[in-house]
């Protein structure tokens, strides 16, 4: 994706998501929402942003 | 009082919604409110960063538990990777193991089911495993910290009904530790009063509601279904006839 | 009422079509045959009831190696091959070794080999199932705890609990069947029943690949006992007996020839899936001559294997041997 983000924290700002309701992965790793707004986001990361929907 | 305890949480209704297939999020709020449901299933999914779509938490009442569902998983080591995602949401740590690997049938992995449930379980995780009825695999499942054993009724989306009667009568019948929940292919409010008569501890519907022409309606259908079911298994059988004979060919040897 | 309540006061002839139809439907026609061989009647418990307690006068007399062989020799050329070998229980003269030794003999003539003895620790079990037992029978004889240490005064059969643990230890020690049973006319009879199928169910919830069966000794009045029986009717005993099939649909419910042979054909058919035959209760019996000491264990059906097996068959039964065998 491109984007002006430098951390996670900024990155759930810029795509407007709610962070309550939201599970980011970063390189495969969870990242803690507590340390989003410290957590430098980097080219190339792999990252997966996930929440719930409707499901069985 | 005939509470329905799961993970050590006191639920009064014994309906479960699956929240899959419905046609709009206004929709299945709705339908969980006629419903009464205490507990809802849940997937994790990918967000597409396009769409500006609301999250479906915002449609679920506080009061209800977000059962959040394996689905997509392969293995043991996916499942346990969705739950631990699932968990991150600070949404509840409640997980319905749905580990498969056959998409023509969507049949769950027993085994893969035990070993998830055996990592899920000891890192606190209120687990409900989905399994084809087996009762070494639902004594496994409660060994392993299980807190309810879900045996399908029918294939997924099948809406057959309780094709698996003879087998989920004998989980009902020798585990007694944990819940057992019929999951999957509950097609009718029949069938749920069904599984309910039969002594299951609770069904879990989500096709069934969700493609009906009027879903809200068809949910409370069930939920009344599920009552009348739970009643009459305790109301127990009836009474065991005497009927009057004239002769007792086995025992009257006792009179003579 | 409770589903057991219920039972207890369900129409006698309905309980037992209920029981039969069971039967038919888990066991079908086949009736086990089996039969005791007294090895020893040394006893060191004073049961105030039994004609063998240590108190008694009577003679005792223990089989050596060479009388067993002979013993299995020709109790096995009847036709039986469903051995149950039983001592009086004595740890200083039918210890495990002694034991050991008798189930070595045993196993050259029968294929199935169960025991019925002093109770004992797991340990031992083990080392009796690498032998080859794999049947173990033990009596509680009466499950009230207040009354049962008045009934047992002396010996290791005093101890309650070790003794009502003793289907436990055996089924940890990877025992294949186990024997159950109330010697009922000590105690009421209701209550004694109700245990006993507390006792039963609870082994089978907790081992739930063991065989189970479950026997019902009536006591009979024997001269100079300081105990006498609170007597059990037939009726009462053929409604503990269905009640018993129905609660555990695949347990063998056994009936022995201390029912005289009228009550055992009558009954038979209803639930039971085992049958002791031509027993000889006194030490040995088959090799040498019968000399009965003591009424307590006097079969009251004396017929033999044969006219057994003939009975079976006339009625439509399948007189069955054996049904497995280690390999």
């Given at each position: 994706m491109d984007t002006e983000a430098g951390t996670l924290a900024q990155l759930v700002k810029a795509y407007q998501l709610?962070?309550?309701?939201i599970v980011i992965e970063q390189n495969g790793n969870l990242a803690k929402r507590t340390v989003w707004a410290a957590t430098p986001l980097n080219a190339g990361d792999q990252i997966e942003i996930v929440a719930f929907v409707g499901g069985g | 009082m005939d509470e329905l305890i799961i993970g050590g949480r006191s639920l009064s209704s014994r309906f479960l919604l699956g929240?899959?297939?419905?046609?709009?999020k206004q929709e299945l709020q709705e339908v969980i409110r006629r419903s009464g449901t205490e507990v809802v299933t849940v997937a994790l999914r990918r967000i597409d960063l396009a769409q500006n779509e609301d999250n479906i938490?915002?449609?679920?009442?506080?009061n209800v538990v977000l059962l959040a569902n394996t689905s997509g998983a392969r293995d043991a080591k996916e499942a346990v990777r969705i739950a631990r995602m699932s968990r991150e949401t600070g949404l509840g740590n409640w997980v319905k193991i749905e580990i498969m690997?056959?998409?023509?049938?969507?049949?769950?992995?027993n085994q893969e089911t035990i070993k998830a449930t055996e990592i899920l379980a000891s890192e606190g995780f209120v687990v409900l495993p989905y399994i084809s009825p087996d009762l070494y695999v639902a004594r496994a499942l409660v060994k392993a910290g299980a807190a309810a054993v879900m045996p399908l009724?029918?294939?997924?989306?099948?809406?057959?009904?309780?094709?698996?009667r003879t087998l989920i009568e004998v989980l009902i019948n020798e585990i007694d530790e944990v819940p057992i929940i019929v999951d999957a292919g509950i097609g009718r409010p029949s069938h749920a009063a069904e599984a309910m008569e039969i002594g299951a501890g609770a069904v879990l519907v989500n096709t069934a509601v969700a493609t009906a022409e009027h879903p809200a309606q068809m949910a409370e259908a069930f939920a009344k279904a599920v009552i009348a079911g739970r009643l009459a298994w305790n109301a127990g059988a009836g009474d065991e006839s005497s009927v009057a004979r004239a002769?007792?060919?086995?025992?009257?040897f006792l009179h003579e | 009422m409770s589903r057991l309540d219920a039972l207890f006061e369900r129409d006698l002839e309905d309980l037992a079509r209920e029981a039969q139809r069971l039967t038919r439907q888990y066991f079908g026609r086949a009736i086990s045959l089996f039969a005791p061989l007294y090895l020893s009647n040394y006893c060191e418990n004073g049961c105030?009831?039994?004609?063998?307690?240590?108190?008694?006068p009577i003679q005792r007399e223990k089989l050596t190696p060479e009388q067993i062989d002979a013993e299995c020799k020709a109790l096995s050329g009847s036709g039986i091959q469903n051995v149950l070998l039983l001592t009086g229980e004595s740890r200083v003269h039918s210890p495990l070794g002694y034991l050991l030794q008798a189930v070595e003999i045993a196993k050259r003539c029968f294929p199935n080999i169960a025991i019925e003895v002093q109770p004992m620790d797991t340990a031992d079990y083990k080392t009796l199932v690498a032998a080859g037992v794999d049947g173990l029978t033990v009596f509680q004889?009466?499950?009230d705890e207040a009354l049962y240490p008045t009934l047992h005064p002396?010996?290791?059969?005093?101890?309650y609990r070790y003794r009502y643990n003793t289907p436990a230890r055996a089924a940890e020690a990877g025992i294949r069947r186990i024997g159950f049973g109330a010697l009922l006319?000590?105690?009421?009879?209701r209550p004694e029943a109700e245990a006993l199928f507390a006792h039963v169910a609870n082994i089978e919830k907790r081992f739930p690949g063991v065989d189970l069966a479950i026997s019902f000794p009536r006591l009979l009045p024997i001269s100079g006992a300081a105990v006498q029986p609170k007597p059990v009717g037939d009726g009462d005993l053929v409604r503990i007996m269905c009640i018993a099939r129905i609660l555990f649909s695949r347990a063998g419910i056994i009936l022995s020839t201390r029912e005289n042979a009228r009550f055992r054909d009558h009954v038979f058919?209803?639930?039971?899936?085992q049958l002791s035959a031509?027993?000889?209760?006194?030490?040995?019996?088959y090799a040498r001559p019968r000399v009965n000491?003591?009424?307590?264990?006097?079969?009251?059906?004396?017929?033999s294997l044969a006219e057994i097996k003939e009975m079976l068959i006339t009625q439509g039964y399948d007189p069955v041997f054996t049904d497995w065998r280690r390999l």
């Open positions: 709610s962070p309550e309701t | 929240t899959g297939k419905f046609k709009s938490v915002c449609y679920i009442p506080e690997t056959d998409s023509k049938y969507l049949l769950p992995d009724g029918s294939l997924i989306g099948s809406n057959q009904g309780l094709r698996t002769s007792s060919p086995l025992t009257g | 105030l009831y039994c004609g063998f307690s240590s108190r008694m004889e009466t499950y002396l010996g290791h059969k005093h101890d006319g000590l105690n009421d009879w058919p209803i639930m039971v899936t031509a027993s000889a209760t006194t030490v040995g019996g000491h003591d009424e307590q264990f006097a079969p009251s059906d004396e017929r």
